[in-house]
């Protein structure tokens, strides 16, 4: 009698326990079957970008800021102008760096026209301010003067900031064409609101205005 017992027990837990197993147990997937419920395979899909707002165009202000940086280098080389006696303007040079920036800002995914305007107006803007400051030194000459040397401290870091100056213009490319009213009220008072040199800001950044394509 005990021998049933255990056998009628037996039976009553494996019963008990095969739906659980059922349910805990991934069914086999077969695709070719008719009418299969196979789930389908999770996805990764790419979050969306966030959308513009013209409220802060803080893209924009990064790039008139190195902008600005920039220009301000541009003491330290009619400071060594100054010094070594040498002229303002050197065409071989300047086409050079035109053809440089140009090329980093076409492969960085800006329109080749707009490339050369932009690196251009840098140069011209950058002339100004030497141009100017060498005009009053003649009249006025300074007692003491910033004038590290061209090659070797101000060329690099000039090189580095126009890098960056050529991403940042890819990055708010958006804002300048999705916001150009408030972009281009920005870039007319930026030099005002941050105490710039009207004249060279507004070459430099006139290009700007007419957003890259």
């Known amino acids: 009698m005990m021998f049933y017992q255990r056998l009628a027990l037996c039976l009553v837990i494996s019963l008990l326990i ?7 147990t991934t069914p086999t997937c077969n695709k070719d079957e008719p009418n299969n419920t196979c789930a389908p395979a999770e996805t990764t899909e790419t979050p969306p970008k966030p959308a513009i707002t013209c409220e802060h165009l803080t893209a924009t ?7 600005a940086q920039r220009l301000a280098l541009a003491n330290d080389v009619a400071g060594y102008k100054w010094r070594t006696k040498t002229q303002v303007e050197d065409l071989t040079r300047e086409q050079a760096i035109i ?11 800006l329109n080749a026209e707009f490339a050369r305007r932009f690196a251009s107006a840098q140069i011209d803007a950058s002339k100004q301010v030497q141009t100017e400051l ?5 009249q006025f000459p300074p007692k003491t003067l910033s004038a590290p040397d ?13 890098t960056d100056l050529i991403a940042a213009v890819v ?10 009213s408030q972009a ?7 030099a005002d609101n941050h105490q710039l040199d009207a004249t060279s800001f507004a070459t430099a950044v006139q290009p700007l205005l007419e957003p890259p394509k």
């Open 150 to 162: 061209l090659r070797t401290i101000t060329r690099p870091k000039l090189d580095k900031i126009t």
């Open 99 to 109: 053809e440089r920036i140009s090329a980093e800002a076409e492969q960085a995914g």
């Open 134 to 138: 060498l005009n009053r030194w003649q």
């Open 171 to 180: 990055n708010a490319n958006p804002e300048l064409k999705t916001c150009t």
């Open 18 to 24: 095969l739906p659980i197993h059922a349910e805990t």
């Open 184 to 190: 281009t009220q920005l870039i007319t008072t930026y």
């Open 61 to 67: 202000e990064q790039v008139l800021a190195l902008i």
